[in-house]
């Protein structure tokens, strides 16, 4: 076989087969297949897309190339949550603890954050003394016990997928749906849930702009899913401007923790309930969504939820006690307002932009090797649709120097200010089976 051919194939449209895709995918981990044959074949990919049978088989081939985890030995049915990524998405923090405290089995890899959106190891270690580094045997122990357990991503999951997408990063094809998809999936498949529900972000801090494309990016990952023998259910949520009012780490976990006492931040605790319903019907804890959700809400209400965090961030280094006296999370130097330049109603959040400015402040990385400042972050004054006064806050940023300047021309720029109230967007937009 040879990769010119493959090329070829589908540069004219043609349906790969499996030995094809097999061939690539080995051949190009292996290191036997170089860079630009590979790039030549991602940007045919890119204008020809893939079938159905295609994308799966690309999938399953690069579940393959590496390790994957065996979650056998924990009892019941495995469910892992995943994001396409958002600004102020602090949804697994309460979402984990909300269905562990329900039965359900929360088996989590998950990594760190690069550019403007943050990462869930990252955010978790604002608690002192947090931890994802545990041996297989104490994970499995962790969610038999707690139901719980949060670790990073090994090295070797899907290691074709890593190679892919550090070449497709620099060749123009990240956003082809079914590269999308498989990048995606392979490394849910790998990590060994046996439900997966998926949070595909549509809007302006969304790799998915429009919701076409994220209803096709959702249908095209459930379809693999149930294809490869998972249970998946994919939610289309808004992320038009950030989730909550907290965008940071510590900010962000303090904020979650406030739902899980029952405070009611209208986007997060609706979003968690929802995926929470999933979670826990995908597990068949319970018969139907009404059941599944009424428990849900009565774990928050009887403190329940609350209590699951504590157990498992107490189980992973974590000192739990700052969880009830959250002075003790790291904070910033300064609180620095940045002003409405004129008076109006927000019309819109540019929440790529928010996430950017937090990343100036220091709460995310611009690059791999940049380190994280737990303590910044940005609490926003005003989301879409508010009332503002010309001079009142519309956010506030939590920040190591006074000025914080870079930061404050991007919330300038990321804000939208107009004189007529804007209609409202969904927060969900749509559950795909
Ligand atoms: N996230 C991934 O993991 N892979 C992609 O291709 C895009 C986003």
Aim: glycine share 10%; aromatic share 4%; charged share 25%.
């Amino acid at each position: 076989m040879r990769m010119v051919d493959i090329i070829e194939k589908k540069r004219n449209g043609g349906e790969l087969t499996e030995e094809e895709i097999r061939f690539f995918i080995e051949g190009y981990t292996e290191g036997t297949i170089p860079d630009y044959q590979v790039s030549a074949l991602m940007m045919a990919v890119y204008f020809k897309g893939m079938s159905e049978k295609e994308t799966s088989t690309l999938t399953q081939a690069m579940v393959d190339s590496g390790d994957t985890i065996d979650l056998s030995s924990i009892e019941g049915m495995k469910i892992d949550k995943h994001s396409t990524g958002g600004v102020g998405d602090k949804i697994s923090f309460i979402v984990g603890p909300l269905v562990a405290s329900v039965g359900v089995p929360v088996a989590k890899m998950s990594g760190r954050g690069l550019g403007h959106t943050g990462g869930t190891i990252d955010k978790l270690e604002s608690i002192p003394g947090f931890h994802v580094e545990m041996t297989k045997e104490q994970f499995v122990e962790n969610v038999n016990k707690h139901k719980l357990a949060v670790a990073g991503q090994t090295g070797n999951l899907a290691p074709a997928d890593k190679k892919l997408y550090a070449l497709r990063d620099v060749t123009a094809t990240v956003d082809s749906i079914p590269l999308i998809a498989g990048s995606i999936m392979s490394k849910k498949l790998a990590s060994g849930a046996d439900g997966i529900v998926l949070d595909v972000k549509t809007g302006s801090g969304a790799f998915m702009k429009s919701l076409e494309d994220a209803q096709a990016l959702a249908e095209t990952m459930v379809t693999i899913g149930n294809r490869l023998g998972r249970r998946t259910t994919a939610v289309i949520s808004d992320m038009d401007q950030p989730l909550g009012f907290e965008v940071g780490n510590a900010n962000e976990i303090k904020e979650a923790v406030e739902v899980l006492q029952g405070k009611n931040v209208a986007d997060l605790r609706e979003l968690s309930l929802e995926l929470g319903t999933h979670m826990a019907v995908t597990a068949g804890i319970f018969e139907n969504d009404q059941e599944a959700r009424k428990a849900l809400e009565e774990s928050i209400e009887s403190g329940a939820a609350f209590q699951a965090l504590k157990t498992f961030v107490d189980a992973q280094g974590g000192d739990a006690s700052v969880l009830d006296d959250m002075t003790k999370l790291p904070e910033a130097a300064f609180d620095v307002e940045v002003p409405a330049l004129e008076s109006g109603y927000v019309s819109a959040i540019d929440a790529a932009a928010v996430g950017t400015a937090a990343m100036y402040l220091g709460a995310g990385r611009a690059t791999k090797d940049d380190t994280i400042d737990h303590g910044v972050g940005i609490t926003l004054k005003k989301k879409t649709g508010d009332y503002v006064e010309k001079g009142e806050a519309l956010v506030v940023l939590h920040s190591q120097s006074k000025d914080a300047d870079d930061s404050r021309a991007k919330i300038t720029e990321a804000y939208s200010i107009s004189p007529e109230k804007p209609e409202s967007r969904p927060l969900i937009h749509k559950v795909i089976k």
